[in-house]
């Protein structure tokens, strides 16, 4: 099923419900919506756009992303949605990578793009939301939705690897389907009506939550400042009825510890989604008090989106249960689609309470990765998506995640892969060695700290090292300190412990 399909059935069934808003304006009911949708995707086409083809959204949060995505779907075409914070350099890469023919960016994105075009042969359109060009595109006509199969590419999500280069996850629309109908079979009811308020990236988990509430005719709501403002939060919530958001964990603490928040009337305020990274049971247990069980924790990742395990509300409101904080400090039982198993390396199923590799399978896992199949091998084996997390389950069968495998820094609720940030420091003709690991901190989760190992007798400062990673990756991918030392502490084979190293990184206690 291709969600353009679902689209043009619930505009045919609900045409009079609020379907896109731009802050609290409305801006498309449900048979508006299709229809723009319909021609946006006759102008993609018009362009010479073929079956497949790959489109790349560089968008901060906006209303053309979420109509060009679903042109995108109606015209037989794949998205390339792309973190808009991420470097321009890095924008670059994945437009290279998907091979791109056509790149539709809000203004700012735009500018920086056109000049990096000699880097991406492929792409033949880069088109600006604010332009005439895009005017062209909305102004097509109307085209029939094209027919895709189910293992067609619908998303190509981009994650980091531990190689530190961005990868391509491959979403069909098999994989997007699963994701959607275990949305109501497992996370929440949607309502016509009801809305869903995107303050977290489109490109990401919030984008890929609004699917289940177009399917289920609710109200899709950009905040006009494109992001998670608190103030403009809570405006949104007395506007809109029924609202539900995807949240990073450090979203959920922010609003909970806004100023005046037990003053607000949160009576529209339906469910957070919050995942993405561990919240502390402290702040689960705050966020409880304050916003009442209005919370669902989803543990997943862009190679199966979204939900492996999760906490349904249901397990948030039974206080009395012996195991409470247990369990809702856990990332929750599988989903009811989604076999889930923790093996060891050899992939054989360890016992209750030794923990061991995530692995899973379900129609949610992805296809593999883009033009990688060394990367998709190692990942998908049999069937199995190999997580790269490190849990374990207990006797109810509720999993808790213990480590990552792969040294990932959660830092806001977003990854940051170690080995991308030590490749730029390594570029330094000072620098001998770098390793980049993650510290705790109170409201990040974790923050970036770099160990820098000179040549001997040379010398280099921060200074030179934050601005040649200012030029070379998003800023909040940089380092937070820089601590140069003599040595690295390593293990036989030569490989630099990271283990040790975050041990020296703790900060001092008070
Ligand atoms: P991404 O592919 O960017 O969504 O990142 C997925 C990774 O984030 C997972 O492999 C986990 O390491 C981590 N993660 C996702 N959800 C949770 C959660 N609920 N609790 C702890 N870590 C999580």
């Not at 305020?269 to 409880?288: C, F, S």
Request: proline share 6%; charged share 20%.
């Amino acid at each position: 099923m291709n969600q353009a399909t679902v689209l043009a059935q619930v505009a045919r069934s609900f045409a009079n419900r609020p379907a896109l808003s731009l802050g609290t304006d409305s801006l498309f009911d449900y048979a508006g919506f299709a229809e723009r949708v319909a021609r946006l995707a006759g102008g993609l086409r018009a362009l010479g756009l073929q079956d497949g083809d790959r489109v790349a959204l560089v968008m901060k949060n906006c209303p053309a992303f979420w109509e060009t995505l679903y042109a995108v779907w109606h015209a037989g075409l794949a998205a390339v949605p792309v973190n808009a914070k991420l470097h321009p350099k890095e924008h670059a890469f994945i437009l290279q990578n998907s091979g791109s023919r056509a790149c539709l960016a809000t203004p700012d994105l735009a500018a920086d793009l056109a000049t990096i075009d000699d880097d991406v042969p492929a792409l033949e359109h880069l088109i600006a939301t604010d332009g005439l060009e895009y005017a062209a595109l909305g102004d097509g006509k109307p085209i029939p939705i094209v027919e895709t199969r189910a293992t067609d590419l619908a998303w190509l999500f981009y994650t980091s690897g531990t190689t530190g280069r961005p990868k391509g996850a491959m979403l069909s629309h098999r994989n997007l389907n699963s994701m959607v109908m275990n949305y109501f079979g497992d996370v929440d009811t949607i309502l016509p009506g009801d809305s869903m308020i995107h303050a977290a990236p489109m490109s990401h988990g919030s984008g890929l939550y609004g699917l289940p509430h177009v399917a289920k005719a609710a109200n899709t709501v950009v905040p006009r400042s494109g992001g998670f403002d608190v103030a403009e939060t809570l405006e949104l919530i007395e506007r809109w009825p029924g609202a539900t958001f995807f949240f990073a964990p450090t979203m959920v603490t922010r609003l909970i510890t806004a100023p005046n928040i037990d003053k607000a009337d949160l009576s529209n305020l339906k469910t957070i989604v919050y995942g993405g990274a561990p919240m502390y049971l402290e702040d689960v247990k705050r966020a409880l008090a304050l916003l009442g069980p209005k919370l669902v924790q989803i543990y997943g990742q862009g190679e199966a989106p979204m939900t492996i395990t999760g906490l349904p509300k249901h397990v948030f409101t039974a206080t009395d249960h012996p195991r409470y904080e247990a369990r809702i400090g856990s990332t929750g039982f599988p989903r009811t689609d989604v076999e889930v198993r923790v093996v060891d390396d050899q992939g054989n199923q360890v016992p209750v309470g030794v923990p061991g590799e995530v692995i899973c399978r379900g129609d949610v896992v992805m296809e593999g990765y883009w033009n990688n199949a060394d990367a998709t091998n190692s990942s998908l084996r049999d069937g199995w998506l190999w997580t790269g997390d490190v849990g374990a389950f207990d006797t109810e069968g509720f999993l808790t995640l213990k480590d990552r495998s792969k040294d990932v820094i959660i830092s806001g609720g977003t990854n940051i892969y170690p080995r991308e940030v030590e490749e730029v420091l390594l570029r330094h003709p000072a620098v001998l060695e770098a390793a980049v690991i993650g510290r705790p901190h109170a409201d990040w989760g974790e923050e970036v700290v770099a160990f820098v190992r000179p040549h001997p007798g040379q010398a280099v400062g921060p200074e030179e090292l934050d601005s040649l990673c200012l030029d070379n990756i998003a800023r909040f991918k940089r380092p937070k300190a820089y601590l140069l030392v003599d040595d690295l502490p390593k293990n036989n084979y030569g490989k630099i412990l990271k283990t040790e190293l975050r041990k020296l990184a703790v900060p001092a206690a008070d």
